[in-house]
């Protein structure tokens, strides 16, 4: 036996993609460059969800001529397919097929610093008892984003801090704040012992903007099965966000997918006697800010995309309760 294959890996780096055959290569090219990875055992595995422009051809060439790191420890190019489109079902894909003690998930519109990797799995050795973390996230734009766009900025995903924050403590664990899942690391263990392999947040489909909150609901089974959940602001990864994401029809479908995801995960964690009534009691508070907003900012949102954005969002979360009660799902989950 070789000594590469004695080896265990010990991280994974997870690509979920769908028809980025020609972003693939930078993101490929930014992981080749890692640093303080000498002596890691680590992969890369891409998951394919359904992609149709020949993302699959592409990686077969990249296999073929792929040699990277040490020689009795190569970084390994791993491909697969997952054939139900949707992003719930290309990271459940991800943590059956990964086989690092940790997973760190990276779309294809993400570049990783060239520290990343390291400060990952760094993190993860000194915090046994997580579950998940985040890293910040760096706005790469096309064109530059409209007014006031940092009041929706952490919805794109734009997540920058400088300290390290516990989302399982204090006022974020109240407040039920949690990591979205660009550049998030999960304990693989962690997720194979808590999570369900059916989650009802089914994300992003293709170009389709379901009911979103897929990350939120993930991460609410780690939470719930005692795992810590946090902010790590030593890792650090780019956004490249495209012109087409800041038009205003894409910009109003995807805050009503987040409206309308609002419900189920807020009632994650809530014993089924007491929806109804935490239900009622978000409703009114959603109304109260709904009008709020109308009245400070109606007269502009013909023209204001982010108070549009916002009084969508507001929206949606007033019928989330109806679009899941409809459907039986969250008062039987």
């Known amino acids: 036996m070789s000594v590469s294959a004695s080896v265990s890996t010990q991280f994974t780096v997870a690509i979920r993609t769908y028809n980025a055959a020609q972003r693939l290569p930078a993101l490929l090219s930014a992981l080749q460059a890692q640093e303080g990875v000498q002596n890691l055992a ?3 595995l ?3 969800n359904c992609s149709t422009d020949g993302t699959a051809a592409l990686v077969a060439r990249l296999q073929a001529n792929w040699s990277v790191g040490r020689a009795d420890m190569p970084l390994k190019l791993r491909y697969c397919f997952e054939p139900t489109q949707g992003a719930v079902f290309a990271r459940r894909c991800a943590m059956q097929k990964a086989q690092g003690d940790w997973v760190g998930f990276l779309d294809d519109d993400n570049l990783p610093r060239r520290d990343w990797v390291a400060a990952c799995y760094a993190f993860g050795c000194n915090n046994p008892q997580a579950g998940a973390y985040g890293s910040q996230i760096h706005g790469v734009f096309e064109v530059e984003p409209p007014e006031h766009f940092e009041r929706i900025a952490h919805f794109l995903p734009v997540i920058e801090r400088d300290r390290a924050v516990c989302f399982t403590e ?3 664990a109240r407040k039920k704040v949690l990591p979205p899942g660009a550049g998030l690391v999960i304990n693989r263990r962690a997720w194979l012992e ?3 392999n059916h989650l009802n947040l089914l994300g992003p489909l293709a170009h389709g903007l379901a009911a979103k909150g897929e990350d939120i609901e993930a991460l609410s089974h780690l939470k719930q099965a005692g795992w810590e959940i946090w902010f790590n602001p030593d890792m650090h990864i780019e956004h ?4 087409w994401r800041f038009e205003r029809a894409y910009l109003l479908r995807f805050f009503r997918g987040v ?3 609002r419900c189920f995960t807020r009632l994650l964690d809530v014993p089924l006697w007491l929806r109804p009534v935490v239900t009622l009691l978000y409703f009114c508070n959603d109304l109260r800010k709904w009008g709020i907003h109308w009245l400070r900012h109606g007269a502009v949102l013909q023209t ?3 108070a549009a954005c916002e009084q969508e969002m507001f929206q949606a979360s007033l019928l989330s309760p109806l679009h899941y009660y409809w459907g039986r799902r969250w008062w039987t989950s």
């Open 42 to 44: 680590w992969e890369i």
């Open 46 to 48: 891409i998951v394919d």
């Open 170 to 172: 204090g006022l974020y």
């Open 194 to 196: 808590s999570v369900p």
């Open 240 to 243: 490249l966000i495209p012109r």
């Open 259 to 261: 409206g309308l995801g």
């Open 304 to 306: 204001d995309v982010v």
